[in-house]
């Protein structure tokens, strides 16, 4: 029961700062719960209390608060996703695009999630109902090219479950996306996939939403497999690099050749009116090194932040890191809040998550940040940022309501 608390905890906040108070309390509930016997009530308390942990693993935050969820496809989807707007988020997970999707579609919109994972989908829907989602329906179906199979899914390391390649995991009935479409009568205008490697599969099941539905699409893909892409560009899509920016026509175009990378494509008709399909990038300034504080841990602070204009900007950290055994937190701050956050090991941010992305919408203080949340890392090479202007976003306006 205690390690059950504390590891609940740990996955939950990602940090030190709660777990003096978690132990204490831990300690205090497993004395508590070592003198009792089976069928008292503390320990029928306790069972109930199992239940709703395991429920609340991997909780999202309030509606109302801000959230560090893969903030770039966040971004994309605050600029897509209108009142009275259908959305699908494909490969829902613990439903923070969902619930994302719902606040901006609103009472008149409709939004469809598709969790395919049946260890996963006991918490989206847990969440989604917690957050009020009413113009949610979460679907428990692998997308996939066709309908009436059934594939195997297994468990990840973390909530990253996939398609088995052999004959483990747990049969998950498949759906096409163009056979949903055809039973519902709702054509999205916007797409999320994430569906950890299946996405080429799910493609092929909506060739007729690719040509006649015609919706925005934020996917994830590994860079140095082009198969999505291709298939899109085909279709007569073109695509973006939502961290980045830039307009990916070939896989030498990523900044990273390894790891995972979150592309938006547009229709090509739509791509004029499309701020996130301008091309135009203006370096703003470099910050070297030298100009960051560092702590004990290695970890980088810009002590004199610069006063940004309000618009849409890249910030690109220079550093090299090959360290795994440590937890970070690094992104943006502006005016002394956090807006951008990405929390992983030093190795893979080197590897996936160079680039940090901000929307201002007035002028303020931006402040890049390394920090350590445990251990070091002593290949930690850090070299400073370079901030990079988008001017199509300029007049962008998000979102009235949230």
């Not at 483990?168 to 498949?174: A, F, L, S």
């Amino acid at each position: 029961m205690r390690q059950l608390i504390l590891d609940t905890f740990r996955r939950a906040a990602g940090t030190k700062q709660l777990r003096g108070t978690v132990e204490a309390l831990a300690t205090e509930v497993s004395t508590l719960l070592g003198t009792q016997g089976p069928g008292s009530e503390v320990t029928k308390r306790r069972e109930v209390m199992e239940r709703l942990v395991r429920v609340g693993d991997f909780p999202l935050q309030a509606w109302w608060e801000r959230s560090y969820w893969e903030p770039v496809v966040q971004m994309a989807v605050r600029d897509h996703v209108r009142p009275g707007d259908i959305a699908f988020d494909v490969g829902s997970n613990a439903g923070a695009f969902a619930m994302q999707m719902s606040r901006q579609a609103g009472p008149r919109g409709i939004v469809c999630a598709f969790e395919a994972s049946p260890r996963i989908i006991g918490r989206t829907q847990h969440n989604l109902v917690q957050a009020g989602c009413s113009n949610v329906t979460l679907y428990h179906r692998a997308i996939w090219h066709r309908s009436g199979d059934f594939v195997h899914i297994e468990a990840g390391s973390h909530l990253n479950d996939r398609v088995a390649e052999g004959a483990g995991g747990m049969p998950v009935p498949t759906l096409a996306l163009d056979d949903f479409i055809a039973a519902t009568g709702l054509s999205p205008s916007f797409v999320k996939m994430d569906i950890e490697g299946a996405e080429l599969d799910a493609l092929r099941g909506c060739p007729k939403l690719l040509a006649e539905g015609r919706p925005v699409m934020a996917l994830e893909q590994a860079p140095d497999d082009m198969r999505c892409h291709a298939l899109l560009v085909a279709a007569g899509y073109v695509a973006v690099d939502l961290s980045t920016g830039r307009r990916i026509r070939q896989a030498s175009d990523f900044s990273s050749p390894t790891g995972v990378v979150n592309v938006l494509f547009v229709p090509k008709e739509k791509a004029a009116t499309n701020p996130y399909c301008d091309e135009r990038q203006e370096v703003v300034m470099t910050i070297p090194g030298s100009r960051f504080t560092r702590d004990a841990a290695g970890g980088a602070t810009l002590a004199d932040p610069p006063v940004l204009p309000a618009g849409r900007y890249v910030v690109r950290a220079d550093f090299a890191a090959a360290g795994k055994d440590n937890e970070v937190f690094a992104g943006l701050e502006a005016d002394g809040e956090v807006v951008f956050r990405y929390h992983t090991h030093t190795a893979f941010l080197a590897e996936c998550y160079r680039e940090w992305v901000v929307q201002l919408d007035q002028p303020a203080k931006v402040a890049p940040f390394l920090r350590f949340l445990n251990g070091s890392d002593p290949t930690l090479d850090w070299r400073g940022v370079e901030i990079i202007r988008l001017p199509g976003f300029d007049g962008v306006a998000g979102p009235l309501v949230f």
